[in-house]
């Protein structure tokens, strides 16, 4: 069994927020390894029917994150278009 990480995808979404990244590090950004494999790990898992409830309320919020940022980077790469054009 994976180790859950000790810190959660919202604690590292909102420190990342809070730095004021630019549309451009927004639309470069990417989860750090370890939560990105936590999330495929519990993708996979949930693919199988074999999560946990807690698990699958981790793997919950991990999709919401992952649709918010997925919204906020298209929000951002319209404004640069925005902006060059």
Not at 22 to 49: H, K, V
Not at 55 to 84: C, N, P, Y
Request: aromatic share 8%; hydrophobic share 40%.
């Amino acid at each position: 069994m994976q180790k859950v990480p000790a810190r959660t995808v919202f604690d590292v979404i909102t420190d990342f927020l809070a730095t004021e990244p630019s549309p451009q590090e927004i639309i470069d950004y990417f989860l750090p390894d370890d939560l990105q494999a936590r999330a495929d790990y519990l993708a996979e898992r949930n693919g199988e029917g074999l999560l946990t409830i807690s698990e699958g309320e981790e793997h919950d919020e991990f999709i919401k994150v992952d649709r918010m940022f997925s919204l906020l980077k298209t929000k951002m790469k319209l404004k640069l278009k925005q902006q060059s054009g």
